[in-house]
């Protein structure tokens, strides 16, 4: 059986899905979840775009013992070097770096000669190969490149040092055919191929990012790169938990497996879609919730009497369990505790305590917690940090049948200053974000609103999504409560409170 290495890039390449934007708390968060998963590598960020992308690719590295943290650069001395800085406190610190390899991309983006290419390729690598004990060199645009150019730029970077070769479909735009034949051409033609590992980078424009790497897999690649969710740039990167759950499924064919616990595929992906906004398709594979439901009269039937009938992966593989009650409101501090370590958060003394304070209130209004409500006000808790400029300290909405709706708004922001304002709007939801925008001062369009409530029951919580413009950036935010009017306005309140940070630490995003 081979072995496949997961390389997870959720927190770069997956952060760079539109609208989403997550703070360093929520990756940490998710960081902390895909080494229970058990992948090898995470790709923490890029940290010459930012100091925020620098900071949290920093403490991902400082607190990931059981993978490798890798930071990605471009072929430049100045990005190596931060990400050298970000990861060198990690286990197994690691170096991703790229150039463009397309004649479409040096010509246009580039404004680089083939040759002038190679040379800066090799520069950077040899740079790198002076720290980094692992160094992996990606084609940009490898699909759409002369297979005899990037022969030639493969063979001179691993001379130079790089030990991992990715050959990403940048664009999404090869079949599976193709991009193993792209493997398979490499393989004969590098000489020094046996000194690299190679990997595989899908993307999945024309919905075969899954299918493509299996196919890298059939034609010797060792590592897959990809997302929990398949979230990304555009139509988002391959899903690494159907890449691996296609490999234990269909041993037989491929002879291959990873290290991944798969149990820990539905909670993982739980967190990803709670803090990305990004929402999991009912139908999607593997993850999604009628992934494993049985409709027809005849399909229930045949699962009744033997499940292999028309189950191919049972739901506990991939960790789907049935929604039962876990806590109640005579549930004590210990138990709560005892609760969390089971079901693998770790947190921190005074987070349990402020997450139990948020459990009781709730226990108050609500009778059967479950393992979703606790999920929900985990996330809650980790919206709410120190870095949030404006916070919410009253609100209030008026609405009858014969009145036009009114909210009033209290906020504080971290200069002091408490603002109040009201306002009306033809709805109750509007007149709240009418209040806010007052508030706040700035125009704000809402793109998108949705609600959503946690699990089931006339008392379940509610889960607000907004996604906004302001000052020109787009951003997603969230918020939990009983009421749904007091969620909508922590939703609103998040988005905004992303835009004030990223506006305080101007972010550039690139794209492999
Ligand atoms: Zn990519």
Not at 25 to 30: N, V, W, Y
Not at 190 to 208: E, K, Q, T, Y
Not at 250 to 258: E, G, H, I, L, P
Not at 463 to 480: A, C, L, N, P
């Amino acid at each position: 059986m081979r072995k496949i290495n997961i390389f997870d890039t959720t927190l770069r390449d997956g952060e760079q899905s539109a609208g989403v934007n997550l703070n360093l708390h929520e990756k940490l968060e998710i960081a902390r979840q895909l080494e229970r998963l058990n992948v090898d590598i995470i790709e923490a960020g890029f940290p010459a775009a930012s100091k925020g992308d620098f900071e949290s690719v920093k403490q991902v590295a400082a607190i990931i013992k059981n993978a490798s943290v890798v930071g990605l650069a471009r072929s430049k001395q100045s990005d190596i070097d931060a990400v050298w800085e970000a990861v060198k406190g990690g286990v197994s610190p690691r170096l991703h770096t790229f150039i463009a390899t397309s004649p479409i991309h040096m010509q246009y983006k580039l404004k680089q000669t083939p040759e002038q290419v190679i040379e800066t390729a090799v520069a950077s690598v040899k740079y790198a190969s002076k720290f980094f004990p692992t160094i992996q060199w990606s084609a940009e645009d490898a699909c759409r490149s002369d297979f005899d150019f990037l022969v030639k730029i493969i063979t001179q970077v691993i001379d130079a040092g790089a030990t991992v070769i990715n050959l990403p479909d940048t664009v999404g735009y090869v079949n599976p055919k193709e991009y193993g034949e792209m493997f398979a051409y490499i393989q004969e033609h590098v000489p020094n191929i046996h000194r690299a590992a190679l990997s595989a980078h899908c993307h999945d424009d024309l919905g075969m990012a899954v299918s493509n790497s299996l196919a890298a897999i059939e034609n010797g690649v060792t590592q897959i790169e990809g997302t929990i969710n398949g979230i990304g740039e555009r139509a988002g990167n391959a899903s690494l938990e159907e890449v691996a759950v296609a490999l234990h499924t269909r041993q037989d064919y491929y002879q291959a497996n990873t290290r991944l616990k798969l149990n820990e595929i539905k909670r993982t992906s739980d967190l990803v879609s709670k803090l990305t906004g990004m929402v999991i398709p009912p139908n999607k594979a593997v993850v999604g919730k009628n992934a494993f439901a049985h409709e027809s009269g005849i399909h229930q039937d045949g699962v009744l009497k033997e499940k292999t009938t028309y189950e191919i992966i049972s739901p506990d593989l991939v960790g789907v369990k049935s929604n039962s009650m876990v806590l109640g409101k005579h549930s004590g501090r210990h138990a709560f505790r005892t609760h969390l370590v089971e079901q693998g958060y770790q947190l921190e003394d005074s987070d349990v305590n402020r997450l139990f304070e948020l459990f009781k209130e709730l226990a108050d209004k609500k009778k059967e917690i479950t393992e979703e409500d606790i999920s929900a006000l985990l996330v809650e808790q980790q919206l709410t940090n120190d870095e949030d400029y404006y916070v919410l300290s009253a609100l209030q909405v008026q609405y009858g049948t014969n009145q036009i709706p009114t909210a009033t708004i209290t906020l504080t922001n971290t200069d002091g200053q408490t603002i109040q304002e009201a306002a009306t709007g033809a709805g109750s939801v509007e007149a709240l974000y009418n209040t806010l925008e007052r508030c706040i001062a700035t125009a704000i369009v809402l793109d998108d609103y949705r609600i959503q409530s946690v699990g089931a029951g006339r008392d379940a919580l509610a889960q607000v999504y907004v996604k906004i413009t302001m000052d020109g950036i787009v951003s997603s935010g969230r918020g939990t409560a009983q009421d749904v009017l007091e969620a909508s306005a922590k939703a609103y309140l998040n988005a905004v409170n992303r835009v004030v940070n990223i506006k305080n630490s101007q972010q550039e995003k690139v794209s492999i």
